[in-house]
């Protein structure tokens, strides 16, 4: 099903417009002229105008010959900046596939209309709950090989809400760069004092393999990952190992962890952490 996914959300983006694709891109580098002055973040204020979610102008084309119904429904949160650009897409309300890495592809691509006070645009926090829908197309590779993709079968439905307000006052800096999803070049922050830990909101039961199960091997595996700013796992990796299928093992159902990422001063923040997996037979 990976791979399927995979597929899936390089399908929907390059059917997207070249305005959005470079919009995209737009927002992984400072903008010339922001605010450099961090600039306070509202959640619920009465002369808040609220931001809104601007359609993408591309019709969307229905897959032909598509058999099968995947469906899934994930909710993020997100800053929206005073130039209608999404910032900290965290998923709040994970599936626990690759449909959440989706949903914050499909919404770090989104633009908005920006909130604003008395005519002047505001960042704003908000909630945003994404609805999608898929099916298979059977086809045939270049080598002539029958193959599986997954394909959008509906435009995802998403719908901006409130955000819980938070304790205190959270600020943005407009002209600090915002990446779409982790990679190598960010820089990790460390967990202690400022930077609070990442905390489980979904953790997926690992599975015996038939070998270990035949050959009663139990114990834990040691896995360091990377806790991305989305509350994603990225880069796992095996510290202590059991038994190889296990450890596989452990790293797959590691995978489908989904987190509340590291905080530092009311922004998400990725970090590395160290997780055990236990086997145990009954």
């Not at 090989?145 to 006052?169: C, F, G, I, M």
């Amino acid at each position: 099903m990976r791979r399927l996914i995979w597929t899936l959300v390089t399908a929907f983006l390059m059917a997207s417009s070249t305005e959005s694709y470079a919009a995209s891109q737009e927002a992984s580098t400072p903008i010339p002229g922001a605010p450099s002055q961090p600039q306070k973040v509202y959640f619920d204020d009465h002369n808040l105008t609220p931001p809104s979610l601007i359609e993408p102008q591309t019709p969307f084309v229905e897959p032909q010959k598509c058999s099968g119904d995947y469906r899934g429904n994930v909710q993020l949160s997100l800053i929206i900046d005073e130039q209608g650009r999404p910032r900290d897409v965290v998923v709040t309300d994970p599936i626990g596939n690759d449909f959440d890495i989706f949903a914050v592809k499909l919404v770090e691509a989104d633009r908005f209309a920006p909130g604003s006070i008395h005519g002047q645009s505001v960042p704003v926090g908000r909630t945003i709950a994404v609805a999608l829908r898929a099916c298979i197309v059977k086809q045939k590779d270049s080598d002539g090989k029958k193959t599986q993709t997954l394909h959008l079968s509906k435009r995802p439905e998403q719908k901006l809400a409130y955000a819980v307000v938070p304790e205190k006052d959270v600020f943005l800096n407009s002209a600090s760069p915002s990446r779409p999803l982790y990679n190598q070049a960010d820089s990790l922050e460390k967990v202690g004092g400022a930077v609070s830990a990442p905390k489980a909101i979904l953790q997926a039961n690992a599975s015996f393999s038939e070998y270990a199960r035949k050959n009663k091997i139990q114990g834990t595996v040691v896995l360091t990952l990377i806790v991305d700013a989305h509350g994603l796992p990225q880069e796992v990796h095996v510290t202590r190992s059991l038994e190889p299928s296990l450890d596989q093992e452990a790293i797959a159902a590691v995978m489908r962890y989904r987190f509340h990422p590291a905080m530092k001063a009311g922004r998400p923040v990725s970090v590395q952490v160290s997780v055990e997996v236990r086997f145990k037979l009954y």
